[in-house]
């Protein structure tokens, strides 16, 4: 009978010779994702959480989503912005009435513009029905 491996981060294994540390991995105990990076002073640290932040970290990539939250509780006139779509979600949600991509529009695929602008559009219906 064959045996069957179970892995502590991810259902696949690290290529041979390569350390798990050294590749992004899911640690199933805690549900999130991690990888060790190189910081700016050249010290390896552990990146952790959603797979987009981790993935962007570990390729050193600073993907951002700038959008304005036009309201009185941000009291600023630079652009709010997210590491991961579902960050922008969540603040739409937050305020959809004041929430606007602006001149950021380049930052997002039809198809992300298409959602926040379908999802404001039922927020602030179904807060006029109540």
């Known amino acids: 009978m064959r045996k069957e491996l179970k892995y502590t981060y991810s259902k696949w294994p690290p290529k041979k010779g390569v350390s798990s540390e050294k590749i992004p ?62 960050d922008v979600l969540q603040d739409v949600l937050y305020c959809p009435q004041h929430f606007t991509v602006g001149e950021f529009t380049e930052q997002y695929s039809q198809q992300q513009l298409n959602l926040i602008h379908a999802l404001k559009e039922k927020l602030l219906s179904s807060k006029k029905a109540r």
Request: negative net charge; proline residues 3%; charged residues 30%.
């Open 25 to 86: 991995h899911f640690c199933k105990k805690s549900n999130e994702w991690r990888c060790m990076v190189k910081g700016f002073d050249d010290k390896n640290y552990e990146e952790r959480g959603p797979i987009e932040w981790v993935m962007a970290e570990f390729v050193q990539y600073n993907e951002t989503y700038d959008y304005y939250i036009e309201e009185d509780i941000c009291q600023c006139d630079w652009p709010n912005h997210s590491h991961t779509f579902s």
